[in-house]
């Protein structure tokens, strides 16, 4: 992807902007928006006179738009929380692009997930350019090599009897420097905290490679003024080495990012954050948490899909999550949507769900508009008996708080253990 050299324009997620027609379409009728942008499908374009409105969707990052203009998507809650529920939900920052962003420092350390990610994209670029080799000096006992070190000779081995043997010092050409020492260091840090799954493939094939690359180099731990040891880098190798250290000293200060552009901030790979995953997982390992002691597991309903018809699997059905206590008796089914206003398609959604399994309860998630408090709306009930409801989550004050009210709320409508279910848990 071309990295672009022009303007970086902010706008939040699904929020909308303007652009005159001269920004996104050439003299010649073509479009100017990079065809990478258009395949990620988050951006939605709408004609109006003399010009293109563009509407941000559930993606928020640093995103190039065209060769001249860059889009900085940033969220509608505090940046605080998106790190929250990225803990709680879990993230593989995998969605990652070959752009080089500066990020506003922040308090809250960065995860350390995305750090691995940002550690491997310039671990690519020094592998695929070469590790800057060097002279760097060695010293040697017991035989003679320029140059003699008079001192610890005469206190090693003159001064024990010994006219033979010396100590010297020599220089030698190769990849044992002082910043391939760190780098090596930061390979074996990072080797331990990249998850041993099938998505980080790439990334431990990268550090092996390294490591395997530098073999021979004795890896050491940097000190304060190790992080700028770049700058005597060649500079056809620089960048590369800039940004090695640079995410190694943000994984072991514990130094922060946020979102916000800044022309002086910290440089690291652009990311990009899926809000509608990202909410779906933190709600759901949320009452995964929760629930556990209570004997309910919440389970995801793309794992373990049930049957929209009782006598065919050609339609199955996806549910965001499953509760259930045991294995087959499923209490209640949830549906998380990333949006400002749920459709009819979500309550038709959610109701043929609830009766094909059966359950007794219908919980639709959606985070809280401006101005909503976080609540619990009943919809309604069949004529099967099924409940209906729908919660808010405010997602832009006190998260923890949020994710405590909303426990305790959901939990008080679960339906109770049976009878029979207590008497099989006692």
């Given at each position: 992807?071309?990295?672009?050299?022009?303007?970086?324009i902010e706008v939040e997620e699904r929020g909308q902007r303007y652009f005159p027609r001269g920004d996104l379409i050439d003299?010649?009728?073509?479009?100017?928006?990079?065809?990478?942008?258009?395949?990620l499908k988050a951006l939605e374009f709408k004609d109006v006179a003399d010009g293109v409105h563009l509407v941000a969707l559930?993606?928020?990052?640093?995103?190039?738009?065209?060769?001249?203009?860059?889009?900085?998507i940033v969220p509608k809650f505090p940046i605080e929380n998106l790190w929250t529920m990225l803990e709680v939900g879990g993230e593989n920052y995998d969605r990652i692009l070959p752009t080089i962003r500066r990020y506003q420092s922040a308090d809250k350390p960065a995860p350390l997930q995305l750090l691995a990610r940002s550690f491997c994209h310039y671990l690519k670029g020094a592998l695929s350019a070469g590790f800057e080799r060097s002279y760097y000096p060695r010293t040697v006992s017991g035989f003679y090599k320029p140059r003699v070190e008079f001192g610890p000779t005469i206190s090693r081995y003159l001064s024990r009897g010994n006219p033979i043997d010396t100590v010297s010092s020599v220089f030698e050409f190769g990849l044992d420097s002082p910043v391939n020492q760190i780098v090596k260091a930061a390979c074996l840090r990072f080797a331990r905290i990249i998850p041993r799954q099938k998505s980080w493939e790439e990334e431990r094939h990268l550090i092996q490679i390294a490591l395997d690359t530098l073999q021979r180099v004795n890896?050491?731990?940097?000190?304060?003024?190790?992080?700028y040891l770049d700058e005597a880098v060649s500079l056809r190798l620089r960048g590369n080495y800039e940004g090695l250290l640079r995410v190694y000293q943000l994984l072991l200060t514990g130094g922060g990012i946020a979102f916000t552009f800044e022309p002086g901030g910290k440089e690291l790979p652009s990311f990009l954050f899926n809000l509608e995953d990202i909410f779906?997982?933190?709600?759901?390992?949320t009452f995964v948490d929760a629930l556990r002691e209570k004997k309910i597991g919440v389970l995801d309903g793309n794992k373990h899909q049930g049957k929209l018809f009782e006598d065919s699997k050609v339609y199955p059905t996806k549910s965001d999550l499953i509760f259930r206590r045991g294995k087959k008796n499923v209490i209640a089914l949830g549906e998380v949507k990333y949006k400002p206003r749920l459709k009819e398609a979500d309550r038709y959604q959610i109701i043929s769900h609830v009766t094909s399994a059966k359950a007794p309860l219908g919980i639709l998630f959606s985070p809280a508009n401006e101005g909503e408090s976080q609540r619990l709306d009943r919809i309604g009930r069949l004529a099967t008996g099924a409940q209906f409801y729908h919660y808010r989550v405010d997602i832009k004050g006190d998260i923890r708080a949020a994710q405590a009210q909303m426990v305790r709320e959901i939990t008080a409508i679960l339906p109770a253990p049976s009878e029979a279910e207590t008497l099989a848990e006692a």
């Amino acid at each position: 992807m071309v990295v672009p050299e022009g303007r970086i324009i902010e706008v939040e997620e699904r929020g909308q902007r303007y652009f005159p027609r001269g920004d996104l379409i050439d003299q010649y009728g073509h479009s100017l928006i990079l065809p990478e942008t258009r395949e990620l499908k988050a951006l939605e374009f709408k004609d109006v006179a003399d010009g293109v409105h563009l509407v941000a969707l559930g993606l928020i990052g640093y995103l190039p738009l065209t060769s001249t203009i860059t889009l900085n998507i940033v969220p509608k809650f505090p940046i605080e929380n998106l790190w929250t529920m990225l803990e709680v939900g879990g993230e593989n920052y995998d969605r990652i692009l070959p752009t080089i962003r500066r990020y506003q420092s922040a308090d809250k350390p960065a995860p350390l997930q995305l750090l691995a990610r940002s550690f491997c994209h310039y671990l690519k670029g020094a592998l695929s350019a070469g590790f800057e080799r060097s002279y760097y000096p060695r010293t040697v006992s017991g035989f003679y090599k320029p140059r003699v070190e008079f001192g610890p000779t005469i206190s090693r081995y003159l001064s024990r009897g010994n006219p033979i043997d010396t100590v010297s010092s020599v220089f030698e050409f190769g990849l044992d420097s002082p910043v391939n020492q760190i780098v090596k260091a930061a390979c074996l840090r990072f080797a331990r905290i990249i998850p041993r799954q099938k998505s980080w493939e790439e990334e431990r094939h990268l550090i092996q490679i390294a490591l395997d690359t530098l073999q021979r180099v004795n890896a050491r731990e940097p000190g304060p003024h190790d992080f700028y040891l770049d700058e005597a880098v060649s500079l056809r190798l620089r960048g590369n080495y800039e940004g090695l250290l640079r995410v190694y000293q943000l994984l072991l200060t514990g130094g922060g990012i946020a979102f916000t552009f800044e022309p002086g901030g910290k440089e690291l790979p652009s990311f990009l954050f899926n809000l509608e995953d990202i909410f779906e997982r933190f709600i759901r390992q949320t009452f995964v948490d929760a629930l556990r002691e209570k004997k309910i597991g919440v389970l995801d309903g793309n794992k373990h899909q049930g049957k929209l018809f009782e006598d065919s699997k050609v339609y199955p059905t996806k549910s965001d999550l499953i509760f259930r206590r045991g294995k087959k008796n499923v209490i209640a089914l949830g549906e998380v949507k990333y949006k400002p206003r749920l459709k009819e398609a979500d309550r038709y959604q959610i109701i043929s769900h609830v009766t094909s399994a059966k359950a007794p309860l219908g919980i639709l998630f959606s985070p809280a508009n401006e101005g909503e408090s976080q609540r619990l709306d009943r919809i309604g009930r069949l004529a099967t008996g099924a409940q209906f409801y729908h919660y808010r989550v405010d997602i832009k004050g006190d998260i923890r708080a949020a994710q405590a009210q909303m426990v305790r709320e959901i939990t008080a409508i679960l339906p109770a253990p049976s009878e029979a279910e207590t008497l099989a848990e006692a």
